[in-house]
T-cell receptor, first 112, second 115 residues
Framework: DGGITQSPKYLFRKEGQNVTLSCEQN?????MYWYRQDPGQGLRLIYY???????QKGDIAEGYSVSREKKESFPLTVTSAQKNPTAFYLC???????????FGEGSRLTVL | AQSVAQPEDQVNVAEGNPLTVKCTYS??????LFWYVQYPNRGLQFLLK??????LVKGSYGFEAEFNKSQTSFHLKKPSALVSDSALYFC?????????????FGRGTSLIVHP
């Protein structure tokens, strides 16, 4: 079945450590997105990529990095520079406009 | 600036009663509007969208939404609520930013359906 797979589902990290969240899709979608979700704040865009080997910063990119070396994969690294990384992270993808987003099941990161 | 607003943090309704979750938007050009639902600790699921055409859009699980251009609204509705409809609902708009069309979300509305 086609879909988006995020891993790990839950992740714990010590302060000062970098961590990478995986996002893989087999939907043949060109565009991929990373959102951060905090209670009461909705979804905020971190990074997005419209095509392989290209990506742009979203509204809250500071402290995060991404790569898009393959169409299927869009990993997100939460660096030690991110001051408040504890959150629920959602990856999504879609075909060209005007399509809806397909979401993964999310990754919950907790910094200890 | 292009944005979407959900004025209610929470909506409470009794099972069997009609429900409405409100959404207003502000975009330049033609709006592309979406509703998504999220269950606890899960990703978002697409419910319905308005691109063009009939102002009343029907979607999954018996939900529908009415596009009102003069009021810049896209309210989500269901004639008869179920307890299983209890979830977090997000309205989204396609917004133009930095040379690309970016999905922009409201803050979400928690729907609670009481038995």
């Amino acid at each position: 079945d086609g879909g988006i797979t995020q891993s790990p589902k839950y992740l714990f990290r010590k302060e000062g450590q970098n961590v990478t969240l995986s996002c893989e899709q087999n939907l043949n979608h060109d565009a991929m997105y990373w959102y951060r979700q905090d209670p009461g704040q909705g979804l905020r865009l971190i990074y997005y990529s419209q095509i392989v080997n290209d990506f742009q910063k979203g509204d809250i990119a500071e402290g995060y990095s991404v790569s898009r070396e393959k169409k299927e994969s869009f990993p997100l690294t939460v660096t030690s520079a991110q001051k408040n990384p504890t959150a629920f992270y959602l990856c999504a993808s879609k075909r060209t406009e005007p399509r809806e987003l397909f979401f993964g099941e999310g990754s919950r990161l907790t910094v200890l | 600036a292009q944005s979407v607003a959900q004025p209610e943090d929470q909506v409470n309704v009794a099972e069997g009663n009609p429900l409405t979750v409100k959404c207003t938007y502000s975009v330049s050009g033609n709006p592309y509007l979406f509703w998504y639902v999220q269950y606890p600790n899960r990703g978002l699921q697409f419910l319905l969208k308005y691109i063009t055409g009939d102002n009343l859009v029907k979607g999954s699980y018996g939900f529908e939404a009415e596009f009102n251009k003069s009021q810049t609204s896209f309210h989500l509705k269901k004639p008869s609520a179920l307890v299983s409809d209890s979830a977090l609902y997000f309205c989204a708009v396609r917004a133009y930013s930095g040379g690309s069309y970016i999905p922009t979300f409201g803050r979400g509305t928690s729907l609670i359906v009481h038995p």
